[in-house]
């Protein structure tokens, strides 16, 4: 579905910000981007969407160039942007009616998304009127409306309440279903290892791994553990791994002292292995 090979690219030709990048993504497929904000990703969804044409290297979406596009490859993808660009002045309905219409597509019934997506209520109210998670909500029901066979999608859960990104997810889910394939772009690292297929780490503007996200988890090994201690009347906590524990001068005095206040331990995460492999964290 898509096929990136040495891209690069910059916005103003003083600083590379995408640096000889490679790689592939298979169609039916969720692949997400993960990484820091400013690592580069809108940037590449902007890239491969067609709207940043001036990179260098060679990038095919859906067989074609993607710089050399024409209108009717907008037509097979859809698009949700890191900020909702809705009209104001038109209410939900009237939004996704007229970008249907865009497409040519006038058979198509918004009602069963906003219903779905609990903005039936609100759809004959101006956008002007909408907090941000009912905008993001709506630019996501305007990406999917018109059945693309690609979808991008930046940042689609920002904003949302736990509810709302729970449904919004399941949605995602359905069109993997429904054999589309999904660009996700997020620094979430629970979205990423939920829903895509496989991901790549995006740091400075280069992929530093690329795998499925179980692979990409089971390069971190050993159980961590982290313990809460009593110490002056502070609660102070460590941190360490499960097997070096016993050597661990701070947990020993405090177990020995019955100071320990408390101790988990849990499995190594996809974050866990992004700060290993990248030395940053994701936000
Ligand atoms: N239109 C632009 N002109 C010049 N520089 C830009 C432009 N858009 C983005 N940048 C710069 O490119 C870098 C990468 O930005 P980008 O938006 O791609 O990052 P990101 O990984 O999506 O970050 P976030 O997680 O915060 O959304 C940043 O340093 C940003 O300032
Ligand atoms: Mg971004």
Known sequence: ????????????????LIE????QVAAGEIFGFLGPSGAGKSTLQKILCGILRNYRGQVTVMDREV????????????????????YSKFTGLENLTYFASLYGRNDLDPYPHLERIGLSGDMHK??????????????FVRAI?????????????SGLDPAYARILKDMILEQKEAGR???????????????CDRVAFIVDG???????????????????VRFTYENSEQILSGHAPLESLKSHPDFMHHLQNGTLRSIHSREPTLEDVFIELTGRHLS
């Not at 579905?1 to 590379?16: E, G, K, R």
């Not at 710089?67 to 809705?86: A, H, M, R």
């Open 1 to 16: 579905m898509i096929d990136a090979q040495n891209l690069s690219f910059s916005y103003d030709f003083s600083s590379t």
């Open 20 to 23: 000889d990048m490679s790689f």
């Open 67 to 86: 710089k050399k596009t024409s209108e009717d490859f907008y037509t097979q993808i859809g698009v949700d942007f890191e900020f909702p660009n809705l």
């Open 126 to 139: 101006k956008v002007s009127s909408y907090s941000k998670g009912m905008k993001m909500r709506l630019a």
């Open 145 to 157: 409306l018109h059945q693309p066979r690609l979808l991008f999608l930046d940042e689609p859960t």
């Open 181 to 195: 394939t999904v660009i996700l772009t997020t620094h979430n690292m629970h979205d990423a290892e939920e829903l």
């Open 206 to 224: 280069e992929i530093r791994a690329l795998d499925t996200p179980a692979a990409l988890r089971s390069r971190e090994t050993g159980v961590k």
